[in-house]
Every structure is written in structure tokens, then in C-alpha cells.
């Protein structure tokens, strides 16, 4: 039986099959869980990234939604 890493790495090399040439599942530290991504490309940094702008969207989320209540 495949573990839950295999599973997802399985998932996400199938998107390659979508033409998705990177992917990655990561939590919202910026903890790698599984990747399928070219050497060229620094999984922890995508990961990194994705988790800063995950928070980024948050922080505007909230304020957006105050600036609405405010109108």
C-alpha cells in the first residue's frame, strides 16, 4: 500500500500528463509534503513563496472585507 507521500506525488505527476510542468503540495509554512518539479527549479523556495503569498491574500482578505463593513 502506497503511502500518503507516494499517493500525492503520484497525483501530482499525473498533472503532468495537463501540461503542468511544476507542481507542489505544501503546508502553510512552506513545508514541502510532496513535489514533482525539474532540478531547475528550488522546491523550497517555490514552497516558501507560495506560503508567503498564501498568507498575503489572507492579510488582504480581512482587510478588504473591514473596508466593506466600513462602507
Known sequence: MPTIKESLERILRDL??????????????????????????PRETLAAMAATMYKAAEVATAELKKAIRDV
Do not use: Q
Open 16 to 41: 503532468r500528463e495537463e501540461n503542468i510542468e511544476v507542481s507542489a503540495i505544501a503546508t502553510r509554512d512552506g513545508l514541502i509534503m510532496a513535489s514533482d518539479t525539474p532540478k531547475s527549479v
